[in-house]
């Protein structure tokens, strides 16, 4: 093993090239601190932010590959497909979009996480690199108050599957309960039933994580696949939502739609392509995160966007009306087994996505904030206060909201920060970092008060030209910015465009200045 050279930038946003000392590379190319020279103990570092040793980073092909299986085979995920038809797709313009997309987000997925398999480090202690050692908390917590967003939801999901499917097992007097706050109290139970259950796993640790996906990854296909048997026996074949033509052609009204559709299907996964170094840091190799993704992303979404759209088909040809919601149509079972089996899968299905995308990380981003007082179960207990907290079933309500208003927001606040992270590693740090200075005041990534004012610039200025322009459903018609609409159908494009550029000619600019 060889000390590893790295680029670092003082505190005034010069840069300079050594051999970094206190760290040692290994021959696979995996970077890990020299345990005879311990990180700083100090209010930036707590055992969770560590780099996790060389010898812990066992993640396989496989374990990527199960993480994406079961995070990409969820509720929401089944329904995505529902809400391109209702735009006026047809089943294949939908899937294709939808396969485009996830092949698109794959790149910021598999460029972010290359860092977290090389060094060993989560999300918020990357983003330090470019935005400082106080800046990344900038970041880490607009991704933690969009992930805290999207467990209300999964978790509000996972609590209407017990609820209605419990119901077909205990009766009427279940369902019709009296209610509270406009829902009867059997499903405000069920919700929280299945909050304390997501808590349960999750505060066992990232070991117990993995061992989860593992089992749950084929658990979920095979209940996919049972369902698609059910209905389609029950349909006598497949029904006649798969000869349904296009309502928008190949024209100017499909690329009207596909557009915005398409930066909304990004957005789905754009959260995942910053904090996708939270599970690539325990990544054996970096063979092993690229082909586990590579495999597991797009493959995956295709095949359950289709999954989708055959089971729709079939519930169209039986009841006479399209059933998308996959709890909906699994409620209509008479067999007790079927219902239970159904109801497991609902659970773990659920259970898999919500755990791995929306409460890892928080925990850590929300454990960069105050690393002395919250350590990885804590900030995913508070993530998942947070969570019960938010009443985000009405995003969901709405395909238009939903698609072009929630996702499109989100993606193009997001792609913003991953120009910045991958023009910072890879355009001018060319991958190496110095990883004592990730937990240092004063060091290279210190900047002016531990903030990189350049990184903080491009963020602004990317999601104001992503975002800015935003119509539709909470926001204006006519846009928040009115100039700024015609960009807001490709946010996710613009904010990841704008922010790499703009970082990139700052500190390029800079170093020419200095030399």
């Known amino acids: 093993m060889t000390a590893t050279p790295a680029t670092g930038e003082p505190g005034d946003g010069g840069s300079a090239t050594a051999i970094s000392p206190g760290q040692t590379e290994h021959p696979d190319g995996r970077v890990e601190p020299d345990p005879a020279v ?12 560590r780099p996790v040793p060389v010898a812990r980073r066992t993640w396989t092909t496989y374990n990527f590959l199960a993480l994406w299986v079961g995070m990409a085979h969820n509720i929401p995920s089944w329904t995505l497909a529902s809400g391109l038809i209702a735009f006026g797709m047809d089943w294949k313009q939908a899937v294709l979009t939808i396969s485009l997309a996830n092949l698109v987000v794959l790149v910021p997925m598999l460029l972010t996480g290359h860092a977290g398999t090389k060094y060993g480090i989560p999300f918020p202690v990357f983003a330090r690199a470019s935005f400082g050692l106080r800046g990344a908390n900038l970041p880490a917590l607009v991704r933690a108050a969009v992930a805290c967003a999207w467990f209300g939801i999964q978790t509000w999901i996972g609590g209407e599957g017990i609820f209605l499917l419990t119901g077909k097992i205990l009766g009427e007097s279940w369902r019709t309960a009296g209610e509270f706050g406009g829902y009867p109290w059997t499903q405000w139970l069920s919700f929280l039933i299945f909050w304390a259950v997501e808590m349960a796993v999750i505060a066992r640790g990232m070991d117990t994580l993995r061992r989860f996906e593992n089992w749950a990854a084929p658990f979920v296909l095979v209940g996919a696949f049972a369902l698609l048997a059910w209905i389609t026996v029950k349909a006598g074949g497949l029904g006649p939502l798969l000869d349904r033509p296009s309502e928008l052609g190949w024209g100017g009204e499909f690329w009207k739609v596909f557009f915005p559709s398409l930066m909304g299907m990004i957005g789905f996964w754009s959260t995942l392509s910053l904090n996708i170094p939270d599970f690539t840091r325990f990544g054996g190799s970096q063979r092993a995160q690229i082909c586990g993704q590579a495999l597991g992303l797009p493959t995956t979404m295709t095949l359950f966007a289709l999954l989708s759209v055959l089971v729709t088909s079939g519930s169209q040809a039986v009841y006479g009306a399209p059933v998308w919601d996959p709890i909906e149509l699994a409620a209509k079972m008479e067999n007790p087994v079927g219902i239970l089996f159904a109801l497991l899968t609902v659970l773990v ?15 850590y981003d929300l454990a960069n904030l105050l690393p002395r007082l919250v350590n990885f179960r804590t900030g995913a207990l508070i993530t998942g206060v947070i969570g019960i907290a938010i009443f985000p079933w009405k995003l969901i309500s709405d395909p238009h909201v939903y698609i072009f208003s929630w ?19 890879w355009l001018l740090r060319r991958t190496r970092l110095r990883l004592a200075d990730l937990y240092r005041p004063h060091g290279a990534y210190w900047y002016t008060g531990g903030w990189n004012w350049r990184a903080v610039t491009a963020f602004l200025v ?6 800015g322009g935003a119509y539709g459903g909470p926001f204006p018609v006519d846009g928040l910015v009115p100039q700024l609409k015609p960009l807001a159908d490709y946010g996710w494009a613009i904010g990841f465009a704008a922010s790499l550029l703009l970082y990139s000619g700052l500190s390029l600019g800079a170093r020419r200045r200095l030399r």
């Open 38 to 49: 311990p990180l700083p103990d100090n209010a930036f570092t707590n055992d969770d932010l």
């Open 349 to 363: 299905a659920t259970l898999s996505v919500n755990i791995a995308a929306n409460v890892v990380s928080p925990a």
């Open 407 to 425: 996702l499109g927001f989100v993606g193009g606040l997001l792609g913003t920060v991953a120009g910045v992270l991958i023009a910072d590693y």
């Open 462 to 467: 990317g999601g104001l030209l992503a975002v």
